[in-house]
């Protein structure tokens, strides 16, 4: 019978490790309520509460030091499902995806549901279609799959270049959403707090590669749900007396309506093909809450989902941590997980939105611009709303809210202790961290096994291979940090045209490497540059007359792609027998992963042919 | 023996898949061309077309992956290709 080759359990302790931390987390946080009564200044408790976060995550990853190739490129196979769950879970939005959606909920509702539905139903559709197949396989990063799967090592550069581009995308958009972060809490310059940013990252990953990602990530991941399920769960209670605001919303939605129409608050008509995504920085109410297609039409409603939900399952880094299971059954069950995490944080960003426009725009009935209710008066305050251009009677439209604070706003509008504010900026911020690793730990393996050690990896010592792996994550890490001081871009968008790219190129061949035979090297590779060209042709038309949103760049490149794999794999002659061998072995969950397979095997005669 | 055992795995863990597929499909996709009809049904206070798109289609996820997780590994099992 087919049985486990080198499988370490996880620590058997890893669960108490996590206790601890959430203990002293708990902690912190109830310290700092304490010393807030005390009387201690504003800002001393939020750099508290930042060097709290930062320090708890920095200390995982620094402990989970490792020179071995095995544990530094695929933490050794062996993170349990739930830490990768909830990693993934968090890591799919990242900290650009849960500042801004949750915003973009508030701002304009309804329409932007098909953000969260995406990256849910990504993750659904990963584990129907990929990421066991790919455990099975046990490359360490796409490139590395495609290269071995095809044995090409052409493939696997040009797979390399196009993994690229959506991890630095990534990179930049979560330095930004943490530059925000960073500067709620401190006070600090944006350069300080991307360098600042960068530095946390570097300190983080450097010293374990994918296993100090997996466990500070999966810490960083809880302190999130505790920052963004706590506000909200005391939140519910106020507005509906119940703690599951996630469930227990839909009442209010009517009187939110009710409140909407008093307000004068429009209801848009967006054509089929509209996408009107709410910008970064100080927004009005776009439209009704409840009303469907008003920024966002039906068709592009739907093309919207496919771009983010085929980005979201062909994203190079997502991939990367569902292979660092014990088992191909352990990712099915890990992303399981992660749909169930990120679906509870989907539902909580739009009970909070419906929670958030009830007490504004109630408080608002009737009130001059003169007398600015209290809790809206709380966000002027600290810049997360703004009141400018109304008339002598203020209404819901003449008042702008900054989109990626809202989830900070929640507490100060319902006038929670200012420690829970901190808690969410540490939460956003953990998240931004978080992300921000992912991604370049990514890169880093990439431009380092990838592209600089090459397919002749198999020669190289662990210790080589670790080094350059190391220090492209140095690099990589500098140099994203400099794009997200340079680079001008809304976070929210930068995360979806990375998912527009790895929606394009990457998924349709990975789906099609594991469930089309017939697939070659040579269709492979047409594949990748069909959907790369497909999407930046959409993107670049975006400023033509299409009608097509840049965003919604996987409708045309997703086609192109696998047109290009079928139209070439069919003029190219059918694979070889060991490459039909492989994809047989690919399907199958039971028997020796593969890559350790064609490594070992590799070590005692050479490579095949490349 | 083997071989052929191979071939049955995969028939049976394809056409669990498509079932999934297909599935999954009407809750990504075929539920948001009817919101403004579902909208008219109200369940749990919320407008249902509105619920699927918040909630519903989220929760439907959640259980098709419970099943398909099942099911598959039962699929595994019963041909002998699963591990350990």
């Known amino acids: 019978m087919p049985h486990r080759h080198g499988v370490q359990l996880a620590n058997p302790m890893v669960g108490v490790y996590f206790g601890i931390f959430a203990a002293c987390l708990a902690a912190g946080v109830v310290l700092l309520l ?54 993934l879970a ?37 584990v129907m279609l990929l990421a066991p197949y790919l455990r099975k396989f046990g490359a360490p990063t796409v490139p590395a799959y495609l290269g071995q799967r095809f044995e090409s090592g052409a493939l696997r550069l040009l797979a390399a270049s196009i993994a690229v581009l959506p991890l630095v995308l990534i990179a930049i958009a979560e330095i930004k959403i943490g530059v925000v972060a960073a500067k709620w809490l401190m006070p600090i310059s944006t350069e300080m ?28 991941a809880l302190m999130v749900l505790i920052a963004i399920l706590l506000p909200a769960a005391i939140a519910a209670v106020m507005e509906t007396n119940l703690p599951f605001g996630q469930l227990s919303h839909g009442p209010l939605m009517r009187s939110v309506g009710r409140v909407e129409a008093a307000q004068g608050v429009p209801i848009p008509v967006a054509g089929l093909m509209a996408l009107e995504l709410p910008g970064a920085g100080l927004q009005p109410i776009a439209g009704r809450f409840a009303t469907a297609f008003g920024s966002v039409g039906p068709i592009a409603f739907v093309l919207g989902t496919l771009s983010v939900l085929v980005g979201v399952a062909g994203s190079p880094s997502l991939l990367a941590r569902s292979v660092t ?54 966000l002027v305050d600290v810049g997360l709303a703004a009141t400018e251009g109304a008339g002598a009677k203020l209404t819901a439209t003449s008042i702008q809210f900054d989109r990626d604070g809202m989830l900070l706003a929640l507490p100060l509008l319902m006038g929670m202790p200012l420690a829970v504010v901190n808690l969410v900026a540490a939460g956003v911020m953990a998240a931004a961290l978080g992300g921000a690793a992912a991604s370049v730990t990514q890169l880093g393996i990439i431009i380092g096994d990838d592209v600089i050690n090459g397919p002749a990896n198999w020669r190289a010592t662990d210790a080589h291979r670790v080094m350059v792996c190391r220090v492209a994550i140095l690099a990589s890490a500098g140099l994203v940090g400099l794009g997200a001081v340079l680079a001008r871009g809304d976070p929210l968008v930068l995360l979806l045209y990375a998912f527009a790219i790895s929606g394009s190129a990457l998924f349709p061949v990975l789906a099609l490497s594991i ?50 794999t079928l139209a070439v794999s069919y003029l190219t002659p059918v694979p070889g027998r060991h490459i039909l061998e492989i994809v047989r072995d690919l399907r199958i969950p039971g028997g020796e992963t593969i890559y350790d397979r064609e490594l070992r095997q590799a070590r005692h005669r050479g490579p095949r042919g490349r | 023996m083997a071989q052929d055992n191979g071939e049955r795995h995969w028939s049976r863990t394809s056409s ?69």
């Open chain 1, 34 to 87: 304490i010393l807030e009564q005390l009387g201690v200044t504003e800002a001393s408790l939020k750099t508290a509460m930042a060097v709290i976060s930062v320090a708890l995550s920095a200390t995982i990853g620094v402990g989970a030091y490792s020179n071995r190739a095995r544990e530094f490129l695929i933490s050794g196979r062996r993170v349990p499902a739930v830490y990768i769950g909830i990693s």
């Open chain 1, 90 to 126: 968090v890591a799919a939005p990242g900290g650009a995806g849960i500042a801004g959606i949750s915003g973009a909920l508030f701002i304009t509702g309804f329409d932007m549901l098909f953000l969260g539905v995406g990256i849910v139903a990504g993750l659904t559709v990963s």
């Open chain 1, 193 to 220: 707090a991307a360098v600042l940013i960068v530095l946390v990252v570097v300190v983080t990953v450097v010293p374990g590669g994918v296993r100090s990602l997996s466990w500070s990530s999966a810490a960083q």
């Open chain 1, 325 to 378: 299971t014990p088992s191909v059954f352990d990712t099915r069950k890990a992303i399981g997980w992660a749909v169930a995490v990120s679906g509870i944080l989907l539902l909580t960003f739009s009970s909070v939105a419906v929670f958030q426009r009830d007490i504004l725009l109630s408080s608002l009935v009737g009130q001059p611009t003169s007398a600015i209710p209290e809790t809206l008066q709380r």
């Open chain 1, 515 to 564: 469930w089309w035979k017939r697939i070659t090297a040579a269709g492979a590779i047409a594949g990748l540059s069909a959907g790369l060209v497909g999407a930046l042709i959409a993107v670049l038309a975006d400023l033509g007359t299409l009608g097509l949103h840049g965003l919604l760049a996987p409708a045309v490149g997703l086609p192109m792609a696998v047109i290009a």
């Open chain 2, 16 to 84: 669990l898949m498509w079932t999934m597929f297909v599935l999954w499909l009407i809750f990504s996709f075929g539920v948001h061309f009817f919101v403004d009809s579902l909208n008219t049904i109200k369940i749990l206070g919320f407008p249902l077309g509105f619920y699927m798109a918040a909630q519903g289609s989220l929760i439907v996820f959640v259980i098709m992956l419970f099943i398909f997780a099942h099911r598959q590994d039962v699929i595994d099992r019963e041909e002998g290709q699963a591990e350990d």
